[in-house]
């Protein structure tokens, strides 16, 4: 008798100690859908919607003194898969200059469109189809662009920051390099975002600048990015290199950490010259003189970027000059941008030693 009295008060303990866990932890019966993530000195708050046009807001308070990871289901279309947000989040500052990998894909100007996304990562072999990593020790570089106008902006980000999770855990690397709509986003200006998300932000309570603001999961993500990196023999940039920048002389490193303390800055005018020359149009994320323009790029200004930089081939997107991925001054600028919107969609595949244009039905034409 005395066991069974002893035996009903351990299960009563187990009982209400899972009541209260279930009660503190609801995360851990149903993961949050394309949540909104804000992250504050000891709690974390998320906001889920009923799909990504939705207005019907949900709030979630989580305190990170219960939950070591936030469960999150990213979901497109008919594309789902299971993924966590490390709590406490700290990314940190990513380098401007990596070796040669092994084979590496390129990507930009995706606007929101996280299908299209997923449909040339499927199609050059990056992720399979139920989204597991099978590019090996692989690179791949998203090439700016890849919020604002499109409908989809917070699952093309979480898209994003999952395939970083994934190509790390395989010895790969995702490099996210910000364009001009990924500063314009962080800076609160809303000239081209969708006006669901301005609707969306009113119902959370916020301006649209707190969307990536400071306590933003994305924001403080986006924050620790480059807006121009150098990968084995490719210089990776959004818009490209200008001669002003090229006259700067500097390392990429020096370039980056100039734009980095203005990428919330609407204004356009730096402390200083250089500053004020990095975030202009004749800036890595603004520039289209290779191109077009006023001050258009020559042969000894694309060569004198090379030889600043060491590289081999200029890789960008930002300007849309053809339908096709297209080759520009003997094949040392690369230009990515294609119109994804109008579902003209490639993606630019380095493998040994060549390029190829990758369509999303998985054809693959050499450049």
Known sequence: MGYSKYFFRICLVVVTTSLCLLSILPSLAQPYRNPRIFLHRDSAILYTFENNLSTSVTRHALSLAHIAAIPVLLAIQNDSVAMTIPIPFRPGIEKAEWRKPAQMLFISDIEGNPATLLSLLKAAGVVDAHLNWTFGKGHVAFIGDFVDRGPAVQETLLLAYYIEQLAAKAGGKLH????NHEIMHLAGDSSYAHPQYLEQAKAMGMHYADVLGQSSMHGQWLMTKNVAEKIGPFLVVHGGISPYVNSMQPSLTQLNELARPLYRDTTGEGPDLPSTITISEYGPFWYRGYYTGNLKASVATVDSTLR??????????HTVVSKQISSHFSGKVINIDVPHAAGQSEALLW????????LPNGDRQPL
């Open 176 to 179: 996210f390099i910000l364009g």
């Open 308 to 317: 600043l930089f060491g590289v081999k081939h200029i890789i960008t997107g």
């Open 351 to 358: 493998k040994d030693d060549q390029f190829f244009r990758v």
